[in-house]
């Protein structure tokens, strides 16, 4: 079993049967190699789905509500003016750091594989709309979704996740919040 260490011919002894890739992709295996040595490559594509569906969604949470940005203050405020003081003021500072709910916004998924179907739904579970592309999307993956139809325009606040491979040595997941220009159509 390997996760991401780059395999090298030279280091798989003779009496290896079988290799298994903890992932989706196989590009850190030489699989050419190993068939012509008569040595099966499997890899696990949508193990690790939740794992990263809930990394995902605990980014768009803190990065939604500002929690990053709130720690950051109390912990500068009991640096530059004691704890006793950033304690009393968590109540009055806090609403520097409102943020605003997930729900009724719009989240925008490229590549609906495991990964992005996976956090499609939890989203659509928040209330949020969700618009998803995938060009490679099977007629299974799509009975998958538990959100339907189409929106017209982005709506009130675009979030964006990227569940692309781009020929990396590992999947990535990656998000981030559009600025306001995306929301003006």
């Known amino acids: 079993m390997i996760r991401s260490h780059k395999l090298q011919v030279n280091e798989i002894p003779k009496s290896v049967c079988a290799i298994a890739r903890c992932g989706a992709g196989t590009n850190n295996i030489p699989v050419s190699d190993l068939s012509d040595r008569g040595i099966p490559v499997f890899n696990t594509p949508g193990a690790n789905a939740n794992a990263v569906k809930e990394l995902v969604l605990c980014g768009m949470l803190l990065a939604s509500r500002r929690v990053h940005q709130g720690i950051n203050h109390v912990k500068e405020v009991a640096n530059d003016e004691g704890v006793d003081v950033a304690i009393g003021r968590v109540e009055s ?14 989240l925008g998924v490229v590549g609906l ?4 179907a996976s956090v ?6 928040l209330g949020m709309k969700v618009i998803g592309y995938d060009p490679a999307l099977t007629v299974e993956a799509a009975l998958s979704l ?6 017209n325009g982005w709506g009130g606040g675009l979030w964006l996740t990227l569940g692309l491979t781009l020929g990396l040595p590992c999947g990535c997941e990656v998000w981030l919040k559009c600025g306001s220009s ?3 159509q």
């Open 93 to 106: 500072d806090k609403k520097l750091f409102g943020g605003q709910e997930l729900t009724g916004k719009t």
């Open 113 to 116: 594989g495991a990964i992005g």
């Open 120 to 125: 499609a739904n939890a989203a659509s579970n």
């Open 146 to 151: 538990n959100w339907k139809g189409k929106k």
């Open 182 to 184: 995306v929301n003006e």
